[in-house]
């Protein structure tokens, strides 16, 4: 059965906390980030202080963004949703951000597959489109990035193959991908 091509963004599937947080913290998105982020979109670190969506291969990530609240200007009370629409805030938007340096995530390739070979190399990704619906993300991961670059975001851990004939454990086209990050932002903090 060939895979679907159904991108969700980066889906956790391990870390070193437990579930279901493994790890999460709070970061701030501003108010005026007219962006939407979805659940499972990789976020960058702005100069600023606060995060936005991830939109290059080669930046360094603040993690993965996994829903967060904020006191909605139209509903007038706070909101908690697993995506940020880009308005509707009342002040800055808290975001809950999965930045564990040992997670592992679980994500789609595209039209050309991860191959077995690709283990241990680095991959980018590209954003895809959210749907504003579910608030699940359309990342998924870019084979044309496949590489040793080590300013590449993640590094392919392992295929999905479990269970066997379910979507994305075909190879090829569409397959699932283990990743893990290969530069968050957290594994450049040492002797703090």
């Known amino acids: 059965m060939a895979n679907t091509?159904?991108?969700?963004?980066?889906?956790?599937?391990?870390?070193?906390?437990?579930?279901?947080?493994?790890?999460?913290?709070?970061?701030?998105?501003?108010?005026?980030?007219?962006?939407?982020?979805?659940?499972?979109d990789p976020v960058v670190p702005l100069n600023t202080g606060y995060i936005a969506q991830a939109s290059s291969n080669s930046v360094q990530i603040a993690g993965i963004?996994?829903?967060c609240k904020y006191l909605s200007t139209s509903q007038k009370r706070t909101v908690w949703s697993n995506y940020w629409p880009g308005s509707d805030a009342n002040g800055n938007v808290e975001a809950y951000v999965v930045?564990?340096?040992?997670?592992?995530f679980v994500?789609?390739?595209?039209?050309?597959?991860?191959?077995?070979?690709?283990i241990n190399a680095n991959i980018g990704f590209a954003i895809g489109t959210g749907n504003s619906a579910t608030g699940i993300s359309g990342a998924y991961l870019d084979t044309s990035t496949l590489n040793t670059?080590?300013?590449?975001?993640?590094?392919?851990?392992?295929?999905v193959s479990a269970p066997?004939?379910?979507?994305?454990?075909?190879?090829?086209?569409?397959?699932?991908?283990?990743?893990?990050?290969?530069?968050v932002s957290t594994k450049q903090l040492t002797g703090i």
Not at 99 to 104: E, I, M, S, W, Y
Not at 149 to 159: D, I, K, M, W
Not at 164 to 183: E, H, I, L, Q
């Open 5 to 40: 091509n159904a991108p969700f963004g980066f889906r956790q599937y391990s870390g070193t906390g437990s579930a279901p947080t493994y790890e999460q913290v709070a970061m701030t998105i501003a108010s005026n980030n007219t962006t939407a982020i979805y659940f499972g």
């Open 65 to 67: 963004f996994v829903g």
């Open 99 to 104: 930045n564990d340096p040992n997670a592992k």
């Open 107 to 118: 994500a789609q390739s595209d039209a050309t597959g991860v191959a077995f070979a690709d």
């Open 149 to 159: 670059t080590n300013t590449l975001p993640f590094r392919v851990v392992s295929l």
């Open 164 to 183: 066997p004939g379910s979507n994305g454990t075909d190879s090829g086209a569409y397959n699932y991908a283990v990743v893990a990050f290969n530069n």
